[in-house]
């Protein structure tokens, strides 16, 4: 038992340290030119990654990989650590990321863009909630008190 809880601790502190990137390149290549960019500047330098799922065409993601991402998030929320988290999904006829965004001065941001298969139509919406939560199941993002700041890209100003 000992055992089990020095691992699961030091997964978490794995997961909050800044140098720990679990899902290096998860971001790459993901919604319009510049949309990572702009996330990474939006959480700030020191944000934590608790990584980007890519859930499309039957991709599965792990139950091991479900836990470290929502560990990843809970001990980074429990510091009071900036951090981004994010899907890839595809609803019915489009592409859907929904990204969790805390912020160095502990806002809680959902950003959500989504284009059409064929990419037309692009959106993106950009709110600021009292909170945010994972469901450990799906990974799917549900706001709370959620207001929406911005439509279109990011601003990081």
């Not at 699961?8 to 919604?31: D, K, T």
């Not at 990654?49 to 990989?65: A, N, R, V």
């Not at 805390?102 to 600021?128: C, E, F, H």
Request: glycine share 10%; net charge negative.
């Amino acid at each position: 038992m000992r055992r089990a809880a020095c691992l699961l601790s030091g997964l978490c502190a794995a997961c909050v340290a800044p140098e720990a990137q679990l899902w290096p390149h998860a971001w790459e290549p993901r919604g319009y030119q510049g949309f990572s960019e702009s996330i990474d500047a939006f959480a700030g330098p020191l944000a934590i990654d608790c990584g980007f799922f890519d859930m499309t065409e039957g991709k599965t993601i792990g139950m091991g990989q479900r836990r470290q991402a929502l560990a990843c998030i809970a001990e980074a929320s429990d510091r009071g650590l900036a951090f981004k988290f994010g899907t890839l999904r595809m609803p019915i006829d489009s592409y859907a990321h929904e990204v969790f965004v805390r912020t160095t001065k502990g806002q809680s941001w959902m950003i959500v863009y989504d284009v059409m298969i064929d990419g037309d139509a692009p959106q993106q919406w950009n709110r600021l909630c009292a909170s945010v939560q994972v469901d450990p199941r799906t990974l799917l993002l549900h706001g709370e008190g959620c207001v929406e700041k911005s439509t279109g890209r990011l601003n990081a100003s």
